[in-house]
């Protein structure tokens, strides 16, 4: 019989959770209680149709008993006290309410909710029901509906729905001068003096174009240039075609992450660097070399689903973005690269919870340039490796002893992260 998760285990996984480290979620669990709760209550509310991918949703519950009892147990797990969802139905009215709902800005850490569904989820996340039920291809699929509606409601491709209300001066709003100085806009081109700041939707906003002279290229002619805006998860060496990626302080696993690419023994032994974005970092990813596109490919894959652990483990928000790189739906862009001559370089990345698009803007037989743009994430929060061949870079950055992602050395989009040997 499954088992009611007690009021430890949650606090235990918020804590550790990547919403939390990236901080999209609030510092203090009381306040994402809180929100949920009031969120959920307003939610009640609407009593018209459910949008399409909710409906699909509700045919999925009402049709597969094992989907069904995942979902119902993630619920009725949840600690009485705890509980913010009540049933299937209002989980349903839940996530119609999500679907179009632009994020707020909220200066104080404590009580910063960017990322709704995962405050509507978190607590559920940490049930026996909600460990199955986030590893389920068919559940997983019709999330994926919904976010991919959300997406479009972001970029203003939903009729008679605005996304850009929360792009204002207002006290919650993302060009508030709070926002401004934590997100650095001066960095980036946006026109405040144009409503909305010239943007044609929210996503456009996080995904914004960054002014060159803050991100300039590295002129070492041997230097393997930052693909992204991050800091430093972890680096491996001499990594295998197949490992056990799901156990704790887990290896990758190429065959894995690479989907079984024609590619993938080039990389075996070889280095992987990963990292990983907050809120407030540039969301456009650029190549790390010159060279030609090989592969270039979008996976498939899981959001929601985690490494599981036991009790509270300050590394779990860490193992489970290592563990995301075999399983999340994540890019793959593949380069071989002629400055510095180092073989292949993959650029990976990697989707996590909200995340609602990968958008590659190069494709195969496309000859590129280190410092390039090659593509961006659409709201969320992400990952990202980077993989070389064996015996080619020496890493540059410091490695993340701390076991805590949001304490590894930063790293910038067009500084160097290796050098070719």
């Excluded at 490695?399 to 992260?417: H, K, L, M, T, Y």
């Amino acid at each position: 019989m499954s088992r009611m998760a007690t009021s430890a285990a949650i606090d235990a996984h918020y804590y550790n959770s990547f919403g939390r480290a990236a901080g999209y979620l609030p510092q203090d669990r009381a306040h994402a209680h809180a929100w949920a709760k009031e969120f959920a209550e307003r939610a009640m509310e609407h009593k018209g149709d459910h949008i399409p991918p909710v409906a699909d949703l509700e045919r999925l519950l009402d049709t597969d008993p094992v989907v069904h009892q995942y979902v119902a147990g993630m619920i009725e797990q949840v600690p009485e006290g705890e509980r913010i969802v009540t049933d299937i139905p209002h989980l349903l009215q839940c996530l119609d309410k999500i679907a179009v709902t632009a994020p707020e800005y909220e200066w104080d850490p404590a009580k910063r909710v960017f990322f709704p569904m995962s405050t509507l989820f978190v607590h559920m996340m940490a049930t026996d029901g909600g460990w199955n039920a986030f590893r389920n291809a068919a559940f997983n699929d019709a999330l994926a509906g919904v976010l991919q509606y959300w997406f479009k409601f972001l970029s203003n491709e939903i009729a008679g729905e605005d996304s850009r209300v929360v792009l204002n001066k207002g006290p919650q709003g993302w060009f508030s001068q709070p926002a401004y100085e934590q997100n650095k806009l001066y960095e980036f081109d946006i026109d405040l003096s144009q409503e909305y700041g010239g943007l044609a939707s929210y996503n456009a906003f996080f995904h914004r174009p960054i002014k060159q002279e803050f991100r300039p290229l590295t002129t070492d002619a041997a230097a393997v240039a930052s693909p992204n805006d991050g800091k430093v998860v972890r680096y491996r060496q001499d990594v295998r075609r197949k490992d056990q990626f799901w156990l704790k302080g887990q290896p990758y696993s190429l065959e894995n992450m690479l989907d079984n690419s024609e590619y993938t023994d080039r990389f075996v032994g070889g280095d992987v660097l990963q990292t990983f974005l907050s809120g407030a970092d540039y969301h456009r990813w650029h190549s790390p070399v010159d060279g030609k596109v090989v592969a270039c490919d979008t996976v498939p894959g899981y959001m929601f689903a985690e490494l599981q652990s036991m009790g509270d483990d300050p590394t779990a928000g860490t193992h489970s973005q290592c563990y995301g790189a075999s399983v999340n739906t994540r890019g793959i862009v593949i380069i071989e690269s002629t400055a510095p001559a180092i073989g292949l370089v993959c650029v990976m990345p990697i989707g996590i919870t909200e995340i609602s698009s990968i958008t590659h803007t190069v494709g195969v037989g496309d000859t590129i340039t280190k410092g390039q743009e090659i593509g961006y994430f659409s709201y969320g929060g992400s990952s990202m490796c980077l993989l070389f061949e064996r015996n080619k870079v020496d890493i540059t950055v410091p490695q993340n002893e701390s076991g805590d992602a949001d304490s590894g050395a930063p790293v910038f989009v067009n500084a160097q992260i290796a050098r070719a040997k």
